[in-house]
């Protein structure tokens, strides 16, 4: 059973253009959404973060949409360059009843092409 | 950036050998965790330390152990590996933010 449902798993944009990747989740108690982002041979690094009580939460040309109802979260890169090029991962995780360990989307690779 | 680091980063054994990963911080964080990493699956969970001497099972904890008997270290015992243990393990820290830094993963390969 996947918590965490990510798509699509792969995502080509030109530079300049708009990258948009969905995740779902399913668990209700789920209170706090991660986005990572990882380049070939490096650690996941947290990109940005959104808890369920804004609906919307922008970092730079990177932001997180949520959807309470709809059990989905986004995130849109806003003038994708290729430097922005790498794996993202959607996470979640129910903070607030016990901390629980982040459970993670399956990823998406991401090419920005010039 | 946190300070974690795992050792080794790279590490080529045999089938049925023991295989011990280590991860260290600084960042003084309450919980660490070790997740795998392999294609088409993700990060997923192996086991998790929320205190000294506290430990639970994540999603894929059968052939490992752990142990942590001092805040900044975290132990991944693999007792007799085999090739299905192949992966990209990553060790990750976080306080009670609920935030979670990754260290630079350790390369392990089972033969």
Request: with cysteine.
């Amino acid at each position: 059973q996947q918590q965490v449902k990510q798509s699509p798993q792969s995502l080509i944009v030109q530079k300049g253009g708009i990258s948009i990747i969905n995740c779902a989740y399913e668990n209700t108690a789920f209170d706090y959404f991660p986005w990572y982002q990882q380049f070939p041979g490096k650690g996941p690094a947290l990109l940005i973060a959104i808890r369920p009580d804004v609906s919307e939460k922008k970092e730079g040309r990177f932001t997180i949409s949520f959807n309470k109802s709809a059990k989905q979260f986004s995130l849109h890169i806003m003038d994708s360059q290729p430097g922005d090029s790498a794996t993202y991962f959607c996470a979640a995780s129910a903070y607030n009843s016990g901390n629980t360990p982040l459970v993670f989307g399956k990823g998406t690779r991401l090419s920005v092409i010039a | 950036d946190a300070g974690i680091t795992q050792s080794p980063r790279h590490k080529v054994t045999e089938t049925g050998t023991p295989v011990t990963l280590r991860c260290h911080q600084t960042e003084n964080h309450r919980y660490m965790y070790w997740y795998r990493q392999d294609p088409g699956h993700g990060l997923r969970l192996i086991h998790y330390s929320y205190g000294v001497k506290d430990t639970d099972k994540g999603e894929v904890s059968d052939g490992y152990s752990v142990s942590r008997s001092k805040t900044e270290d975290f132990l991944l015992t693999l007792e007799s590996a085999t090739s299905s243990q192949t992966s990209v393990y990553f060790c990750g820290s976080g306080g009670n933010t609920g935030e979670l830094f990754f260290g630079e993963g350790s390369r392990l390969t089972v033969l």
